[in-house]
T-cell receptor
């Protein structure tokens, strides 16, 4: 069965420093992977996706993610964090029935 | 582009009331819409998948008579929580997509509080 793991409940980073939010997946077949961000009392906003092609995917708001097949990872990254990036981040994989399977979420806190 | 509007954003009502939540895709036609429930500090739990013009497919453990879903057009799906009780209080979020290779686009959610 497809699954997604986000091993960190929270990530703290200082503004201006690079950030990484980790995600590993387990799928049968080719993975279709997504990152979403959720601000308080809001729905999810799409950041980026990996379907096929380049392993480095660039998305919204300066975020990018690197697909690593050997490590079954899809970590979210940003070279320079902003305080406004503080939010809840979800990694997701599309399963064989076209549904999204979400990770448990990682809260990113960027300190000034 | 790809805007999903969800209404209302907040509902407070008495136990036993039925509550309808609307989910509209404003600038695209959504062949598939999804309804999720999110508990505090938890991930999203898929409740059901709805395709335009057909019956919704409910996830295991979700009562279809309790959570009525209608997907009457390519731009509108509704979730009705029938005879709501305090345990139904939650954050409900809809999403819509044109096909499974495209991202799901989410509404801003509805916070339902049953007194």
């Amino acid at each position: 069965a497809q699954s997604v793991a986000q091993p960190e409940d929270q990530v703290n980073v200082a503004e201006g420093n690079p950030l990484t939010v980790k995600c590993t997946y387990s799928v049968s077949g080719n993975p279709y992977l997504f990152w979403y961000v959720q601000y308080p009392n809001r729905g999810l906003q799409f950041l980026l996706k990996y379907i096929t092609g380049d392993n480095l995917v660039k998305g919204s708001y300066g975020f990018e993610a690197e697909f690593n097949k050997s490590q079954t990872s899809f970590h979210l990254k940003k070279p320079s964090a902003l305080v406004s990036d503080s939010a809840l981040y979800f990694c997701a994989v599309r399963d064989s029935t076209d549904k999204l399977i979400f990770g448990t979420g990682t809260r990113l806190q960027v300190f000034p | 582009g790809a805007v999903v509007s969800q209404h209302p954003s907040w509902v407070i009502c008495k136990s036993g009331t039925s509550v309808k939540i609307e989910c509209r895709s404003l600038d695209f036609q959504a062949t598939t819409m999804f309804w999720y429930r999110q508990f505090p500090k938890q991930s999203l739990m898929l409740m059901a998948t709805s395709n335009e013009g057909s019956k919704a497919t409910y996830e295991q453990g979700v009562e279809k008579d309790k959570f009525l879903i209608n997907h009457a057009s390519l731009t509108l799906s509704t979730l009705t929580v029938t005879s709501a009780h305090p345990e139904d209080s939650s954050f409900y979020i809809c999403s819509a997509t044109t096909n499974s290779y495209q991202p799901q686009h989410f509404g801003d959610g509805t916070r339902l509080s049953i007194l």
